[in-house]
């Protein structure tokens, strides 16, 4: 019973770390995504037009991320990573 409840509590616990360490992008221009997989500080983003998404990345700041990934993909109109997501003047400052 108990290897029972400690499978069901790790079921329950595995989306929502899923969910925290997700980071994505929404580029400006979808001329600017790469093809097939870029690995920027440890994060392996993956893009579909407009849409890149991540999995892992270096323990950095979001805003450090977002600087990363602009430098690499060009601008971004909309940034997370890790689960933070950066304001409209986070996501404009990290453009400039």
Do not use: H
């Amino acid at each position: 019973m108990r290897a029972l409840l400690i499978a069901a509590a790790l079921l329950v616990a595995a989306p929502a770390v899923a969910q925290t360490s997700a980071s994505s992008a929404v580029l400006v221009d979808a001329g600017r995504a790469p093809a097939g997989r870029t690995i920027i500080d440890g994060a392996n983003w993956t893009c579909a037009g407009t849409t890149c998404t991540a999995n892992g990345g270096a323990n950095q700041t979001a805003t450090r991320a977002c600087r990363r990934v602009v430098a690499k993909f060009g601008a971004v109109s909309a940034f997370t990573y890790k689960g933070v997501a950066l304001s409209a003047e986070e996501v404009a400052a990290c453009n400039a």
